[in-house]
């Protein structure tokens, strides 16, 4: 497998379902960011939430397993290192949780960015987002939800 060429954008070892799986192919062949404003339109179908100067508020369009909310705050500009994020931008992404928080009247769950190699990140779209999420814990087979971090 030539790993240069897939990890760009998209990481497919990293994709849950098989329809994820087949978009991420597309998203290889075409050999552009998934999460990129200019082709997010193209692959994401749900409805964007809020949108501001850094980050756009979105669900999550593959969430996962026994979780009753999953949104995504995804930034504006293309970014896989903490470091090429405008440190203001921290202020946006804590006032946009706070709204999908009071929104959403969540009781709790977390939020979780990874960020950079998808090796150590375990990330499938290597553009920087974060995922937010009430576990839904009356779900009767429920499991607990749990962030991968590092391949393997
Ligand atoms: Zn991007």
Not at 55 to 65: A, D, E, R, S
Request: charged fraction near 25%; glycine fraction near 6%.
């Amino acid at each position: 497998m030539n790993k240069k060429n897939t990890q760009q954008f998209v990481d497919l070892d990293n994709a849950r379902e098989d329809e994820q799986k087949q978009v991420m192919q597309e998203i290889i062949t075409a050999d552009h960011c998934p999460f990129c404003l200019e082709n997010l339109r193209k692959y994401h179908k749900q409805p964007i939430l809020k949108e501001g100067k850094y980050w756009i508020l979105t669900k999550n369009q593959w969430p996962y397993k026994y979780t009753k909310i999953h949104l995504l705050a995804i930034y504006k500009e293309h970014a896989t290192k903490l470091s090429e994020l405008d440190p203001q931008s921290g202020v946006e992404l804590l006032q946009f949780m706070q709204w999908a928080e009071r929104e959403h009247k969540i009781p709790g769950g977390g939020w979780a960015m990874r960020f950079g190699d998808t090796n150590y990140s375990a990330g499938t779209v290597n553009h920087l987002h974060v995922q937010f999420i009430q576990p839904d814990i009356e779900h009767p087979e429920f499991e607990p939800v749990r962030i991968k971090l590092g391949k393997g």
